[in-house]
């Protein structure tokens, strides 16, 4: 893989990301799908109902994520839950992430 795919293809088709402490970049956030009988996107709890569904993030490498992060994208807030550098060759290619939405 080459270095300089994945930022021509963000630039062209990603979104803006903002994170907590004002860094932007971008990056690809989609929804992930489950492919279960069970794909509720809202579970209950014993203090009421909440999100379940997790998004995918794949972004710039100029943009790195921490496990806690806070960001947004378009109008809605994602708390990073896993994060880790992608690299190719000895440089960080990008980085993949596992974002839970905030209520």
Do not use: K
Request: charged letters at 30%; a positive charge; aromatic letters at 10%.
């Amino acid at each position: 893989m080459r270095r300089n795919v994945l930022p021509g293809l963000l630039r062209r088709y990603g979104r803006q990301v903002v994170l907590e402490d004002g860094r932007t970049g971008m990056a690809f956030v989609q929804p992930i799908l489950e492919r279960s009988e069970r794909s509720d996107q809202v579970l209950p709890t014993p203090l009421g109902r909440r999100r379940a569904d997790r998004f995918l993030y794949l972004g710039a490498a100029e943009l790195p994520l921490r496990w806690g992060d806070r960001l947004r994208c378009g109008e809605e807030y994602y708390r990073v839950c896993s994060a880790q550098a992608i690299y190719v060759g000895g440089a960080v290619s990008h980085w993949w992430g596992m974002l839970r939405p905030e209520e």
